[in-house]
């Protein structure tokens, strides 16, 4: 005999470029289970109550970064975060704060992708090796040194917790400078002068006030506040130190 | 991303403010306690601490005017540093006329630090 | 023609939407109270520098309930300032690692805590013996 149904509150910010001025909230009833995500709670909103809503998903495990949504005011991601941990109450679910809204919870990362490919995201080797010179070997130390870094997933929830973003649409924000504080700590990299640039550059990592919140959320624990504010230390040597080394890759 | 990018002289002052929040987070509260509160009021130590023989004694002594230069310049430049970053978060543009008020007042403390430090003589 | 039209979504007041934000801001405010503090020392460090007269006005003047209540107000400011420093310091600085393992957060906060407390005890009894 299963337990009697449950029916939990979804309100969701809903926004059509084609027909709406201003975001609005709309509130779905969506019976669930104890097992429902909250990204399931949405999908069954799509499925049954109103086919226009539009979000992205794609993995329900965590690990592809398209899920991320406010949900009550917490960046999240929605296939992590269960709607049996609200219920009775409503639960709100709102676009990553701080992006544009393309439409509904589907927001415009133009932004971050330039971002991105700003930082290099890619190692540039330090001396060109031929095939026959064989792999470029790392110690576990070295390692070390970047893993706990590489393992962002774009989710882009800490740009949503980080305020000096939603402030200063420039700032290159948490995770793309965590990947690029990942390359530059890589043994086999070259091109930390290159990169420096931006990170000393207004747009770099002086915008950060050490709020913290983007490590808070990340559901990966890349910590992305250490990067930034480990550069913070590496871009402060960089600007003091150029005036003794003046040969210094960086202007 | 908008090139050429322009250094950001920002260094100079978060090294300052990092100081100072350095030493305001090791010393402030004692400070505050024996200065504001503990001489005041007579508590734990002799009511003579603060006296004026004593305190010019330590104002004239290398040390101690290095003492009293760092704790109120750097104490100030700390300040100045998170002030105008809240200028910026509560929707004040962290311009120039932000960073003139904030930076500008912490430099003229500085300065009247050193001038007063140099009338006590040595 | 495209049909797009991203939304823009205002930043106003977004430091009351999350208790984390707030905590932020009111650990941010903690600099009024250092900068008004610094103040109070800067004017002591000129009434010094004109005479002794001057300076037992100061004095005086610290012995007001005003002042009294601005102090202990400080004193609580200043301290939550120096706990929220280290709390955050494991985000600010490089990784500690002892005997091939990085020290966990606590410990880098709670070390930090610790060498306050010592500075702040070693600057006591620094006074006082020279108060003595």
């Known amino acids: ?251 | ?122 | 023609m495209s049909k797009r039209r991203p939304y823009v979504r205002p930043m106003d007041g977004w430091w009351r939407k999350n208790p984390y934000f707030v905590e932020y801001m009111i650990h941010e405010g903690t600099a009024l109270f250092v900068a008004a503090y610094a103040a109070v020392l800067l004017f002591g460090l000129l009434r010094l520098a004109q005479g002794e007269a001057a300076w037992n006005g100061w004095l005086l003047a610290l012995k007001s309930p005003w002042s009294i209540g601005f102090h202990l107000l400080a004193l609580a400011a200043i301290g939550y300032h120096a706990y929220t420093w280290f709390k955050i310091m494991p985000r600010t600085m490089p990784p500690l690692v002892v005997g091939g393992k990085r020290l966990p957060a606590w410990a880098i906060t709670g070390g930090g805590l610790a060498a306050a407390g010592a500075a702040s005890l070693l600057l006591f009894v620094l006074v006082w013996g020279l108060a003595r």
């Open chain 2, 1 to 122: 991303m908008k090139r050429p990018l322009k250094r950001s002289n920002a260094p100079i002052f978060w090294a300052l403010f990092g100081a100072g929040g350095m030493l305001s987070a090791l010393l402030g509260p004692m400070l505050v306690f024996i200065t504001g509160i503990a001489v005041p009021l007579g508590l734990l130590l002799p009511a003579d601490t603060m006296s004026y023989p004593k305190m010019l004694a330590f104002a004239q002594n290398l040390i101690g005017k290095g003492f009293i230069f760092a704790i109120i310049a750097l104490f100030l430049w700390h300040a100045a540093h998170r002030i105008f970053h809240s200028l910026h978060d509560i929707g004040i543009h962290a311009g120039r006329g932000a960073r003139l008020l904030c930076y500008g007042l912490a430099m003229l403390g500085t300065v009247l630090a050193a001038y007063a430090l140099l009338a006590t003589g040595f």
């Open chain 1, 1 to 251: 005999m299963p337990e009697q149904q449950k029916t939990i509150e979804i309100e969701v910010l809903r926004y059509n470029p084609e027909t709406d001025q201003v975001p609005y909230a709309q509130v779905f009833a969506v019976p669930f289970t104890d097992d429902m995500s909250v990204l399931q709670g949405v999908q069954y909103i799509k499925d049954y109550l109103d086919g226009s809503l539009s979000f992205r998903w794609s993995c329900r495990m965590a690990i592809c970064g398209s899920c991320g949504m406010m949900i009550n005011g917490e960046p999240s991601l929605s296939c992590q975060t269960f709607l049996r941990d609200y219920y009775p109450e409503r639960v709100r679910v709102e676009a990553l704060a701080h992006f544009p809204i393309e439409r509904d919870l589907v927001i415009n990362m133009e932004g971050f992708i330039e971002k991105l490919e700003s930082i290099q995201p890619y190692i540039i080797p330090k001396e060109a090796r031929t095939l026959a010179q064989g792999e470029y070997l790392q110690t576990p130390a070295q390692l070390n040194a970047y893993e706990q870094f590489s393992s962002c997933i774009n989710c882009l929830l800490c740009y949503a917790a980080c305020p000096q973003f939603g402030l200063n649409k420039d700032f290159v924000g948490p995770a793309a400078l965590t990947l690029l504080h990942r390359y530059n700590m890589d043994s086999r990299d070259g091109g930390q002068a290159e990169r420096m640039q931006l990170v000393n550059a207004e747009e770099g990592v002086f915008n950060c006030t050490a709020v913290g919140y983007c490590s808070e959320v990340c559901p990966k624990h890349v910590d992305p506040a250490n990067a930034v504010n480990l550069n913070k230390t590496n871009s402060a040597m960089d600007y003091f130190l150029r005036f003794l080394a003046p040969k210094g890759g960086t202007k």
